[in-house]
């Protein structure tokens, strides 16, 4: 993959994917289970692994709750930060001052700018979701996010339930990381070999 536009292209196509992963799975799960609470979990591994559903109205992994606007206003200023961020490496690029580490780090944007997508459109309530409990919300707007991934071993942990969105900005965030790291040590003349795109 050469030049500027390639680039974009692979940006646009891991941001794209993300999200319409997300948002699919989201809506298949809550078709299949309703609203929290409505039927039993799906158990894939059991005392392990289920699907149920969950309306969070924080940030990644049930943080910051009822501050879902907060939250929202951030995620377009951390989109138009991207923006800037691709514009740079397009820019790059289109100098000859491409490497493999940028393609990583086009990679991690796209699924960092999913996983905001995915997660800004609940946010937003476009799912058309309305409350069905407690009595006072009940018929309002669900503003929060559709989680629906719960992982937990008894005694051992309880991970907050999530979705695949907030998976795509984890991992995305740590191949930026590790992208970090490698040009550090490149720009320190200690550079290991860059994994290969």
Known sequence: MRGPLAGWLLFAAAA????????????WIFQELGMPGDQPAIVLLPEMLSLRTNLNEGALFGMGQGLGLVFAAISFVALTGI????????????????????????AALGLITGGILGNLYDRLGMPGLTWHAPADRFGTPVLAVRDWIHFAIEGVIDWPIFNLADAYLVTGAAILVVVSLFQTRESGGDAPEAPSA
Do not use: C, H, P
């Not at 691709?86 to 990583?104: H, K, N, P, Y």
């Open 16 to 27: 794209v994917l993300a999200t319409a992963s997300d948002l699919l799975s989201k809506e």
């Open 83 to 106: 923006g800037v961020m691709v514009f740079r490496i397009g820019r790059q690029r289109a100098r000859g001052e491409a490497s493999a580490l940028d393609l990583w780090s086009l």
